[in-house]
């Protein structure tokens, strides 16, 4: 923490600043800094400062603490002032040695209009941080370091307030090169093998993060180094184990710091001495008889030391990482085996006691004392029931005990005690066999050798996967092979009438898949077998496999089609164009939902229902569906059926009608007649006979043009006759006259085709 004062003075005083500078240092210690404008010693002026507290002023620019110290002397009238430039510069330059001085140079450049005098507060930073503060009536301000050290690197700007005006300089990037030389010290001085040696590195002076590099130095070795990152502190702790042969042990450490991008290094560290001391000393392995011996010898190995201390002290004997033998807080170790081929090679003693390990190696050859045995058969592979002899030898040497045995999951079987095996053989048999011969209490086993037995080959049987032997137009056929007896591995030919289409090696049977099936395809299948049996092949009956062509295009039709009349019959013939027998024909009508009304298998391409009465129920949309073993439904175009009334009950409808009309007609032209004839009486008994043929003339005059209703030449005896009129109409629905089964097929194809060509 800074702070700096402008103090009142006495006249004979010129314009002087107190700047204390506090600095507190990595270790805690405050440094305080004073300077003068003019070189005067200000001690003593704390009483001053005292006084004139209350007088000064201590301003910041915006965003950085700055101190101004300011006299009535700056704002007298006519005086005026501006910064042209403040710059920053460092001496001797901006890359200085570690601990040699510095200086941070700080320059105001002012023009004025007249030739007074301007206080001036000098601020400078680095990194940011305010680092000198001080108030002169110069235009320059120097920061000293008597010693630069790596943790003055860094950012320098400088700020000068004069007047109420303020300018910054540039900044300026600053590089103490090198860094304090660090210190090393050890925990001990002297250590046992097995132990660790426990290192701290400092580096005084120094600000973190901080990277501490160790070395352990050992005569007529590359040093090993381990680092340490510290992001906090300015020293380091770290541990090297002593290990196995290490005597006089030297230690050092540096240092480095990221700059820039770069790192900077520090000398190595004063070199730290560390003795080592022998917990105890290097094993002794030794062999008897010796380290050359023939198999069945028995062996001796003896493993021992000298320790300093017994405690937690273990001996251990290795052959290829494999422990033979160990003891604990003993000295001495003992192994004993008889020699066998398996026990040449180099055998390891190791003692260890904490961290600490020693060991000895010795090489042992062990000398072959006979060949390993060879076991011969007669045969490897044969039929069963047939002789096997198996014979056990070693080459050039004769005595030795014999045995033959069966390799068995669970153990190998003994069969023989002598040299020679000869047996009938099943195909139970089959297997690996060894031979084992003994001397001097060594036993050596043979290569083992396999046996395989044979049994013949049943006949084999031919069949399709899926059971029936049948397969679907443009589907794949997939055929089995079996076996019922014979030895694996059997050999499989599939063959397409004398053609051999594939040959499979399995166990005891073998699929085919035929891919090219034709609709007219008439050759059979067969298959054979064999294995390694003297029966030689087996061949199996042939396989004549049906295709089924699906349905193809089905179709419905009607006699009558269209419009049927109530009560009257109708047949309905439902037909495929394609598709094997026998075909399951049904039709249906479609109401609320499907109803099945005809369903039938037929070996024929079509088949007929004829519905013997038609209902006005029956009216509706029908349609048929046929499928066969492919097992695919086909459905036909459907066809509408209108039930109408017949033709006798539209000529009794008819009949009533007319009968209603003339009736009606009859009964108005009697009311006419009756009205006519009461108005003709009482007119003719009054008039004479002039005067009643004019009134009868005219009278039958208008009732003849009215209606024509009377006729006949005398018209003065005329009477109303009356004719009956027999009404015939033609009947528009005739029935069908009833054909023959040729012509009623003929129709349905027809309407089958209209509809066709409708749908």
């Keep these: 923490m800074s702070s700096c004062t402008q103090l009142a003075q006495p006249s004979s005083w010129s314009s002087t600043c107190l700047l204390v500078n506090r600095k507190t240092d990595f ?62 510069n ?46 002169s009536d110069k235009d320059d301000a120097r920061y000293e370091v008597p010693m630069a050290r790596s943790s003055d690197t860094g950012e320098y700007e400088c700020t000068v307030e004069a007047g109420g005006k303020t300018k910054s300089s540039n900044s300026l990037h600053v590089w103490v090169t090198g860094m304090t030389k660090p210190i090393l010290t050890a925990e001990k001085k002297e250590v046992l093998e097995g132990e660790v040696v426990k290192l701290r590195c400092e580096l005084p002076e120094e600000v973190p993060p901080l990277y501490f590099y160790f070395r352990k130095i050992k005569m007529n070795s590359t040093p090993k180094e381990k680092y340490v990152f510290e992001a906090y502190k300015n020293y380091s702790e770290v541990e090297f184990s002593v290990e196995e042969g290490d005597n006089i042990l030297q230690f050092d450490c540096f240092g480095k710091r990221h700059v820039q991008r770069e790192f900077d290094s520090s000398e190595h560290s004063n070199k730290t001495l560390v003795t080592v001391r022998e ?41 290829n990482k494999t422990i033979l033998n160990s003891v604990r807080d003993e000295k001495v170790l003992k192994y004993s085996a008889v020699a066998t081929l398996e026990d040449s090679g180099e055998y390891l ?15 042992v050859v062990v000398s072959e004392l006979f060949p390993k045995p060879t076991l011969a058969a007669s045969m490897n592979k044969l039929d069963e029931n047939r002789e096997l002899t198996l014979s056990c030898s ?63 080959v049943s006949k084999p049987t031919l069949s399709v996967v899926s059971g029936l032997p049948e397969v679907v137009l443009g589907k794949p056929l997939q055929l089995i092979c079996r076996s019922a007896r014979g030895t694996p591995p059997i050999t499989f030919k599939f063959y397409k009438g004398n053609v051999t289409k594939e040959t499979v090696t399995n166990d005891t049977y ?90 039938q298998s037929e070996h024929a391409d079509r088949v007929m229902w004829r519905k013997g009465t038609m209902s006005r129920q029956d009216t509706g949309t029908y349609y048929c569906m046929a499928s066969n073993r492919a097992n695919v439904d086909v ?16 000529g009794v409808i008819v009949a009533f009608v007319l009968i209603s009309i003339a009736g009606a007609v009859t009964l108005a032209l009697w009311w006419f007649l009756c009205k006519k004839k009461k108005a003709k009486g009482p007119s003719m008994e009054m008039s004479g006979p002039a005067l009643a043929t004019n009134s009868t003339s005219e009278k039958l005059a208008r009732q003849h043009n009215d209606g024509d209703y009377y006729s006949g030449p005398d018209l003065e005896s005329a009477e109303v006759e009356y004719t009956e009129v027999e009404v015939s109409t033609l009947d528009p629905h005739k029935a069908p006259v009833q054909k023959g089964t040729e012509t009623v097929y003929s129709e349905i194809r027809k309407a089958n085709n209209e509809n066709a060509r409708a749908s």
């Design 27 to 88: 270790f805690g210690e405050s440094q305080v800094h004073t300077a003068t404008a003019e070189g005067k010693d200000l001690a003593g002026a704390s009483g001053l400062f005292h006084k004139t507290r209350e007088n000064m002023e201590l301003d910041s620019p915006p965003g950085r603490p700055a101190v101004s110290c300011k006299g009535s002397e700056l704002y007298t009238q006519g005086r005026v002032f501006t910064f042209n430039t403040v710059e920053i």
């Design 279 to 319: 917990p105890f000393i290097k094993p002794t392995l030794s062999v008897k008889p010796s380290r050359n011996i023939t198999e069945g010898d028995r062996i001796q190995l003896e493993c021992s030391t000298v320790v300093a201390r017994m405690r937690d002290i273990e001996i251990i004997l290795q052959k």
């Design 510 to 599: 073998a699929t085919f898949l035929d891919e090219n099936v034709g609709q007219n395809d008439k050759k059979g299948y067969k298959c054979d077998a064999r294995n390694n049996h003297s029966s030689g092949v087996k061949t199996s009956n042939i396989l004549n496999v049906t295709v089924v062509v699906p349905i193809r295009n089905a179709s419905l039709g009607s006699i009558p089609y269209g419009e049927v009349e109530e009560g009257s019959e109708t047949a309905f013939l439902c037909s495929v164009k394609e598709g094997s027998w026998p075909i399951h024909f049904r039709i249906f009508r479609k109401a609320d939902r499907d109803v099945l009304v005809f369903e």
């Design 394 to 456: 070693i080459s050039g040497f004769q005595r030795a005990k014999f045995s033959v045995l069966r390799r068995n999951s669970n153990g190998d079987v003994l069969l023989e005690t002598s040299r020679n095996l000869t047996m009938r053989v099943s195909v139970n048999d089959t297997g690996s066999y060894i031979c084992k011969a003994e001397v001097k209490g060594i036993v050596k086993e043979s290569k083992p050798i396999r046996i395989n037995v044979y049994a013949p």
């Design 90 to 135: 460092v001496q001797p330059s901006v890359k200085v040695k570690n601990g040699a001085p510095m200086s941070i140079i700080c320059h105001a450049d002012i023009s004025k209009s007249a030739d007074f005098q301007l206080k001036h507060n000098f601020t400078i930073f680095k990194d940011g941080k305010l680092v000198f503060m001080a108030v």
């Design 635 to 650: 459905k036909s175009h459907p066809i509408t059926i209108s039930v109408i009334l017949a033709s006798w009950q539209k």
């Design 349 to 363: 003693c190791k003692v260890e006691q904490g961290r600490a390990s020693k060991s000895t190696k010795v090489n």
